[in-house]
């Protein structure tokens, strides 16, 4: 099972393992897989642990600094995670601790963005973050480069289009038919786990039925893969 994941991780941007390891914690499975990153050590005093517990929130119990509370139990629209930082984490996993089945993820690669909006444009997109944190800087581009790598972003909440090939990038992602030709992907069991390259592919979330409040996620970011 493992040893498949890195061919499919570099050719759809994803992999998705079902009900692996379900007894195992979150961050063993994800120190398994390669080398995590430690928030609580990269931003000490912020309260942010390393292993985040993802769950259904009303919007009104949630900052505005957090995607809950900006959208609550609606639809989270397709995003880079923390694409405000010079350099977001290269690859984020999603394991399943007590799953729905009507509550989906929503991948999007950017090989299925480009045709419309060119890695030209996108290198000269350049966004400000909405607020300066440490962590984060004051601009970034849709496209950078990392050591051999691209590094491609985009946040309809945490970053605001300056030029315009940025409000070009924001106009083409706000458009529906997107939701036709992502991935949809329930976590529906224990152990049910998502593991996505942050800068080769988008992710989202269906809106939370009433029915499935209970639905709980934990988020492990990696800055490499072993696999």
């Keep these: 099972m493992i040893s498949e994941a890195s061919t ?51 919007r009104e119990t949630v900052g505005r600094n957090r995607y809950s509370g900006n959208y609550g139990l609606g639809e989270f629209p397709l995003h880079s995670d923390l694409a405000h930082w010079p350099l977001p984490p290269r690859y984020l996993l999603l394991k399943c601790i007590e799953g729905v089945r009507d509550v989906f993820t929503s991948i999007l ?27 984060s800087c004051g601009l970034v581009r849709g496209m950078s480069r990392h050591q051999a790598g691209c590094v491609l972003r985009w946040d309809p909440l945490f970053l605001r289009p300056l030029n315009t090939p940025a409000k070009e990038l924001a106009a083409l992602m706000s458009a529906p038919n997107w939701a036709k030709v992502s991935t949809q992907i329930p976590l529906f069991r224990p152990g049910d786990t998502i593991l996505i390259d942050n800068w080769q592919v988008l992710h989202g979330r269906s809106a939370i039925p009433v029915s499935c409040t209970g639905r709980r996620v934990e988020r492990v970011y990696l800055s490499e893969v072993t696999l």
């Design 109 to 135: 690669p950017w090989s299925l963005i480009l045709p419309s909006f060119g890695m030209s444009a996108l290198q000269r997109a350049v966004f400000a973050c909405r607020k300066r944190r440490f962590g």
């Design 8 to 58: 499919e991780l570099t050719q759809s941007g994803f992999v998705v393992w079902r009900e692996f390891k379900p007894g195992a914690s979150t961050l063993d499975v994800s120190a398994a897989i390669g080398k995590v990153v430690e928030i609580e050590r990269l931003l000490p005093g912020r309260g942010i642990p390393t292993v985040q517990a993802l769950k259904p929130r009303e």
